[in-house]
């Protein structure tokens, strides 16, 4: 559909402005899918996600540390955006399970963000540069995080643009095949009384 195109290059932008990785997948009915990222100690890590079709755009998401203890976990979830710091080192896993849905897959678009290890400065080392230094990568990080906050909302906002499209789509097509249906009655109907009042004339 054209959403998907749209969401694509939405995706493409935000991972243009920092460092992630942005996927679009079919998460197929009674099924789940892991994606996984190797990282430092103290590094921060971001995820946000949209369900752009299937059911009622609800999906189950998990995220586990290395040590096999869960950081986040909810149940269908439409939306979402996450943000955390590795406790440690290791390998942590971002799963999204549509194990509760009977055959209807997930379509779920989504960008992992991953920043720079948190590096330790000695006391002596710490003034008033390095004070700035942080505060402009806070401030980058904050305007990334709003400038992305927009472009998720537009994907929104042009998804559900597309279901009330093709919704609205289908009510006139339907509609168009019930007048169809009312006419092909009334002309039988009025065809079948005539038949039954008319009078034979024996010659």
Not at 150 to 161: C, G, K, W
Request: aromatic share 10%; charged share 25%; with cysteine.
């Amino acid at each position: 559909m054209e959403f998907h195109s749209i969401i694509l290059l939405i995706c493409v932008l935000l991972c243009s402005v920092s460092k992630c990785f942005c996927y679009f997948i079919t998460v197929d009915a009674h099924a789940e899918e892991c994606f996984f990222e190797k990282v430092e100690m103290g590094t921060k890590l971001g995820l946000m996600f949209e369900i752009s079709e299937g059911g009622f755009l609800d999906i189950d998401i998990k995220i586990i540390g290395p040590d096999g203890k869960i950081i986040h976990q909810a149940e269908r979830e439409s939306s979402g955006k996450l943000t955390f710091s590795a406790h440690m080192p290791g390998t942590y896993t971002y799963c999204f399970s549509n194990q509760m849905s009977t055959m209807t897959p997930k379509v779920v678009m989504f960008n992992i963000e991953i920043g720079e290890p948190h590096k330790e400065v000695a006391a002596g080392e710490k003034g008033e540069a390095n004070k700035m230094e942080e505060m402009v990568n806070d401030l980058k990080n904050s305007l990334l995080s709003v400038k992305k906050e927009q472009e998720m909302a537009l994907v929104r906002d042009r998804i559900h643009r597309a279901i009330n499209e093709s919704t609205n789509s289908r009510v006139g097509y339907w509609s168009i095949f019930e007048s169809l249906v009312l006419v092909v009655m009334t002309v039988g109907q009025v065809y079948y009384l005539k038949r039954f009042f008319e009078v034979r004339r024996v010659v």
